[in-house]
């Protein structure tokens, strides 16, 4: 379903005082005109990234001049950030993650940027499409349970990884490439920064969900070898599963259409998912286009859907950790990701490249 129409608060967050961002960026108690250390942090954490982002408009041939214009978008939102440093009210602030982005995004689409990792998006989604089958036997080979279930989390770490608004990653990813099995193999020893996968295996082994809302992050192996195995174990399980995708382009985010498109390849002539049926299987647009999100603003059709849910799922270091890491649901809710920042990993007192499996249970 795609947005039409003005945002609204998701149904089923308990606002109590909701807030979107993790990391508390000032107090009450700080100088408004002065910046914070954690806000000086973080401004130079996107500044680190300007390289990165500069360098794959360069290289957008779908925009004239697009040299030009990379270098126009790297001066402006250096001039912001800067600005930022000066004085934390100017330019909407006092900054946080949602913030930093949304000024980021808006400086692109102003000189005339829309997509920039487009290309790395489809050539990641090509390659991922055509190992799928492949990570879904292995998955299925499994026969004990929990031990499957087990297999597909750390699929999704797996697929985590691939994010190129991480400016390690994307010099990393530029270099190598990722494997997906190899990161599989390769993930930071149990237990992790925060690991309740344990609660969760007790849960899974009682119970299913009537309806879950998956909040989905980036393209390639992340929404095709790590979420879209979940997803299909959860179909499996007769839970009707909604993936709600960004609406615009951010980083190599998946976007709604784009996420169409792939399901569309993956399904087989009888409209399955290698043998399961995907009639259950819905697709929305969160209305969002952010690599994070504000829950207190998604699409009017994404909220009808997930009114019901009994399961919300917030996945990705943007959605899941950096924001939305406390949110409070009505229903069951599990926030999973990898710490990719310093910053991140500081703050939560874990390891670069650690994860996140933060799983609350709400008594019926």
């Known amino acids: 379903m795609e947005s039409t129409g003005e945002l609204v608060e998701f149904p ?36 680190n990234s300007i390289p990165s982002f500069r360098k794959r408009a360069e290289s957008d041939e779908t925009v004239p001049d697009s040299h030009i214009k990379a270098e126009k978008f790297a001066q402006r939102y250096t001039e912001i950030l800067e600005d ?4 934390p009210e100017s330019h909407g602030g006092p900054p946080d993650c ?21 290309k790395v998006k489809d050539e990641e989604n090509a390659k991922a499409v055509s190992l799928f089958e492949g990570v879904i036997r292995l998955n299925d080979a499994i026969e004990d349970g929990a031990k499957r279930v087990e297999n597909l989390i750390r699929g999704i770490f797996a697929g985590n ?8 990653l994307a010099e990393l990813f530029s270099k190598d490439g990722m494997s997906f099995l190899a990161s599989c193999q390769n993930l930071v020893p149990r237990p992790w920064v925060i690991d309740d996968l344990d609660a969760f295996m007790l849960r899974w082994g009682k119970k299913s969900w009537k309806k879950a809302v998956i909040f989905v992050d980036n393209s390639g192996a992340d929404i095709i070898l790590g979420i879209l195995p979940f997803a299909r174990e959860l179909l499996r399980r007769g839970t009707q599963v909604v993936l709600a995708a960004n609406e615009l382009p951010s980083i190599n985010d998946i976007t709604y259409p784009e996420l169409m498109e792939i399901i569309l390849k993956l399904k087989d002539e009888h409209g399955q998912l290698v043998g399961v049926n995907t009639s259950n299987l819905l697709i929305a647009s ?27 799922i917030l996945e990705g270091m943007g ?37 996140v499996f933060k799983y609350n249970e709400v008594s019926s």
């Open 319 to 355: 959605r899941g950790i950096e924001t939305n890491l406390y949110a409070q649901f009505k229903c069951d809710s599990i926030k999973i990701g990898m710490v990719k920042h310093p910053e991140v990993a500081q703050f939560l007192g874990g390891r670069l490249y650690d994860c």
């Open 161 to 168: 990884i691939f994010d190129l608004g991480s400016a390690q």
């Open 286 to 312: 969160s209305g969002n286009d952010l690599p994070v999100i504000d829950l207190s603003g998604v699409s009017q059709e994404l909220a009808y859907l997930a009114s019901d849910a009994d399961l919300v």
């Open 84 to 87: 930022l440093k000066k004085d």
């Open 98 to 118: 949602v913030l930093l982005c949304r000024l980021r995004e808006q400086v692109l689409r102003e000189v005339g940027f829309r997509d920039i990792f487009k």
């Open 12 to 47: 089923l967050l308990i606002d109590s005082n909701y807030r979107a961002c993790t990391i508390p960026y000032r107090f009450p108690s700080d100088n408004p005109r002065k910046p914070t250390q954690t806000e000086l942090a973080w401004i130079d954490l996107f500044l």
